[in-house]
């Protein structure tokens, strides 16, 4: 008999949807305009709310998109809309800054970090004093297509130097007591993206954390087999009770 029981994660408050705990599934959806356009933001927004949708991400490339999440967000809550901006920062950690002033939540990429440890952490605390300061959520978000140099070098292109990638800014939060983190670590193979996450919630497990997992498949294409791909991927790991 099928017994499913749900892995307990902690508790992170994004804007006024919370999540983890013992709160339910959460869904995310995200523009396809640019940033940089904000009344399309705002429309696609405000659809994505009224679907059902409980959090927006939002791409933003540069400065000048970070600083429009701050109208974007004005303009939804002025018409009465509550949902959460998530800034999906790509390739800027500089980006983030800024984003974190404005959104509930930042995505970050380990594989933008290609320094030294040492280096990563005093670029990395200033970011998390900023999200402390302004209630800001994280999401680490782990890509197997973009790990870092030093990343590659050393456990090369493995589940293994995925979650390594995911831990090594796991504990920089440690250490700091910040804890409004969610995690992802995506591929576009679908094999892999199970046993990476299988295996982050085990390595985070023996380190004394829970964070709650966001579930997804990159670049899983459109249509029928991109919903195969992602339905595959991701109700494997919430049959694991995992997400």
């Excluded at 709310?49 to 927006?56: L, T």
Aim: glycine share 10%; aromatic share 6%; hydrophobic share 40%.
């Amino acid at each position: 008999m099928f017994n499913y029981s749900r892995r307990l994660t902690s508790e992170v408050y994004i804007g006024s949807v919370p999540l983890g705990g013992n709160h339910p599934i959460r869904l995310q959806s995200m523009t396809n305009v640019s940033t940089q356009d904000i009344e399309a933001c705002v429309e696609q927004m405000k659809r994505i709310a009224d679907a059902g949708g409980e959090y927006v991400r939002l791409t933003t490339q540069g400065v000048k998109e970070a600083e429009n999440l701050r109208k974007i967000n004005a303009s939804l809550r002025s018409q009465g809309y509550l949902i959460p901006l998530v800034a999906d920062v790509h390739f800027n950690p500089k980006v983030a800054d800024a984003a974190a002033l404005y959104a509930e939540k930042v995505r970050i990429n380990p594989g933008n970090y290609s320094r030294e440890w040492q280096e990563i952490h005093d670029h990395f605390v200033p970011f998390l004093n900023t999200c402390k300061e302004n209630h800001t959520a994280i999401r680490i978000g782990v890509n197997h297509g973009s790990l870092s140099e030093r990343i590659m070098s050393r456990y090369g292109d493995t589940s293994e130097g995925m979650v390594e990638s995911c831990m090594e800014f796991l504990r920089i939060c440690k250490e700091e007591n910040f804890t409004n983190i969610v995690i992802s670590i995506k591929a576009s193979n679908t094999v892999v993206m199970v046993k990476t996450v299988r295996l982050l919630a085990a390595v985070m497990g023996k380190e004394g954390m829970n964070f709650p997992i966001h579930l997804g498949v990159t670049e899983a294409g459109d249509g029928e087999d991109g919903r195969i791909k992602s339905a595959l991927g991701i109700g494997a790991l919430l049959a694991d009770g995992l997400g």
